[in-house]
């Protein structure tokens, strides 16, 4: 067993254990995050959410880490069912740099977190679907048609994030909105 992942195991899934001690660790050596990944794909749940949870700090610091294994999130970790790596494997995905191709299919696998069983995941894909229309405005209509189910039928955290995140996609819609129309004063000079 490599010595992080010894850092990382026991306890249960109620605690980080030291995953911040191993975030720290990671950002001084960054040829570690390889192991994390791997990590995250082991059959222990308990250290592939702590690897999942240490790969995801470290990313919000340094999310061109992420750039060689798009795959492996696009792919293998879109089949994990524990709730506790898909809360972290959600902002990740927002985080990557996609094609595309690559893009829907990240949309799709933050679309089939919406249906997980944990409120936590669902808050957290919804949370990635904004940030990744904040990118891509093309997905603006697929998204607001979520964030609004979400609003409806969500736990009361999750209808509270939902309406936050509403009113800033209003306010990106007025935006675009007013961008696709050209200004009464661009008309009167034309």
């Known amino acids: 067993m490599h010595p992080i992942f010894e850092i990382?195991?026991?306890?249960?899934?109620?605690?980080?254990?030291?995953?911040n001690e191993v975030v720290n660790r990671v950002l001084k050596e960054p040829d570690l995050f390889d192991t994390l990944i791997s990590g995250m794909l082991l059959n222990d749940p308990i250290l592939r959410m702590r690897c999942?949870?240490?790969?995801?700090?470290?990313?919000?610091?340094?999310p061109e880490y992420l750039l060689p294994y798009k795959r492996i999130f696009l792919d293998a970790l879109r089949k994990i069912e524990q709730a506790e790596v898909r809360w972290h494997v959600a902002p990740i995905l927002a985080r990557l740099s996609l094609s595309d191709d690559e893009l829907k299919s990240a949309v799709n696998?933050?679309?089939?977190f919406l249906k997980d069983r944990s409120s936590i995941v669902k808050t957290a894909a919804i949370q990635a679907l904004y940030e990744l229309t904040m990118r891509n405005q093309s997905l603006l209509p697929l998204v607001l048609g979520h964030i609004k189910d979400v609003v409806v039928t969500g736990t009361p955290a999750m209808q509270a994030r939902s309406r936050k995140?509403?009113?800033k996609l209003s306010r990106l819609t007025t935006v675009v909105s007013r961008s696709n129309?050209?200004?009464?004063?661009?008309?009167s000079a034309a």
Not at 9 to 19: E, K
Not at 52 to 62: M, Q, R, Y
Not at 109 to 112: C, K
């Open 8 to 19: 990382l195991t026991g306890g249960d899934r109620r605690s980080i254990g030291r995953a």
């Open 52 to 62: 999942a949870d240490v790969v995801e700090k470290v990313t919000a610091i340094h």
């Open 109 to 112: 696998v933050l679309i089939d």
């Open 165 to 167: 995140l509403l009113a």
């Open 181 to 187: 129309f050209p200004s009464s004063h661009s008309q």
